[in-house]
């Protein structure tokens, strides 16, 4: 079933934007991957609430983690809604759900909620469609 989204912008548009989503999920653990997705002055606000300015610093942050044992937190998303800013300038409202698959004797301990409101600022620039900022809030249980 589609997402709720704005029907007065071109469908092509909005496909295009939802494929940049399904990308971004794909690559998560991909770093050149995934940093490709990005403006080179995105912001992202992760989980933890840890802001990184930039395409190279996030690249840096990225690597840290895929060399923890965050490398096992793997996440899905699913796009709610699409609200045009203007015609190359959209929010993307998503759900993302968290499957920690770390290795731990207390499931308790781990810090992770399992769910988090995601939100994309997409940009189109020469042609595509790129990730300026992703902010993350965890949904308490």
Same mark, same amino acid.
């Given at each position: 079933m589609p997402a709720p989204q %704005?029907? !007065?912008?071109? &469908?092509?548009?909005? &496909?295009?934007i939802h494929h940049l989503v399904a990308d971004a999920e794909r690559l998560q653990s991909d770093l050149e991957g $995934?940093?490709?997705?990005?403006? %080179? %002055? !995105?912001?992202?606000?992760? $989980?933890g609430g840890r802001r990184v300015?930039?395409?190279d610093a996030i690249r840096d942050a990225m690597r840290t983690a895929l060399a923890s044992p965050l490398a096992d937190v793997i *996440?899905?998303?699913?796009?709610? &809604?699409?609200? $045009?800013i203007r015609p190359d300038v959209a929010i993307v409202e998503l759900v993302k759900f968290i499957d920690d698959r770390r290795e731990t004797a207390?499931? &308790?301990s781990r810090p992770l909620a399992d769910r988090g409101m995601l939100t994309f600022v997409v940009v189109e620039r020469d042609g595509a469609w790129r990730i300026a900022s992703a902010q *993350?809030?965890?949904?308490a249980a």
């Open positions: %704005d029907t !007065a912008h071109d &469908a092509a548009q909005l &496909a295009a $995934f940093t490709g997705l990005l403006t %080179d %002055d !995105a912001v992202i606000v992760n $989980f300015r930039g395409r *996440t899905s998303q699913t796009v709610e &809604a699409v609200r $045009f207390d499931p &308790a *993350t809030t965890p949904v």
